[in-house]
């Protein structure tokens, strides 16, 4: 070969997909997150269902250790709904994803505000906004919930700059 010669390899590589390469993964998540989530969103649609029924919207009668567990078998059930998204769609960023991320900051920020209503109140970690007895919520399930709020709006703008990418492709 001489100094201006180049090689050209102009087979085909398959190229691996999101989904293809974390399949093992995806599977494992909903292994652990599947089972959990459908035995417990019977009891949690029983509750919300009992409390519409007889008009009893306060919660003093719920255990703060209930509303955490049900706050996270919601979590567990769209984590779920997102990795068989990831599955069939093949690709890591959707529109339903970021909702779907979203609606998780949205549940751990209702659990935030819900809590400090229970009977047996405790903060997890620290009282936000607390004057004389009212506190308005919990601290960390609040800062928590923020958080995974603003990780699915950052997801979001990722959505559409790979929507906008292969537009231009």
């Known amino acids: 070969m001489n100094n201006n010669d180049f090689y050209v ?20 998540t909903l292994f652990f997150t599947l089972p959990l989530s459908f035995f417990s ?3 949690i649609i029983i509750s919300a269902y009992s409390k519409i029924i007889y008009g009893n919207f306060y919660f003093n009668d719920e255990s703060s250790k209930n509303i955490i567990m049900n706050s996270f078998c919601l979590t567990l059930f769209i984590i779920s709904i997102v990795c068989i998204t990831i599955l069939i769609r093949k690709k ?3 529109k339903i994803i970021c909702n779907s991320i979203n609606l998780i900051g949205i549940i751990w920020i209702i659990t935030s505000i819900i809590l400090p209503r229970t009977n047996d109140f405790s903060p997890i970690g620290f009282y936000f906004m607390k004057k004389g007895d009212f506190v308005f919520a919990d601290g960390f399930v ?10 699915g709006k950052i997801l979001y703008s990722g959505f559409e700059l790979q929507s906008e990418s292969e537009e231009v492709l």
């Open 41 to 43: 969103i019977p009891d």
């Open 142 to 151: 609040l800062i928590s919930g923020i958080i995974v709020f603003l990780i």
């Open 92 to 94: 890591p960023f959707s």
């Open 9 to 28: 390899n102009t087979q085909n590589k398959r190229k691996k997909s999101f989904a293809s390469k974390n399949r093992i993964l995806i599977f494992i």
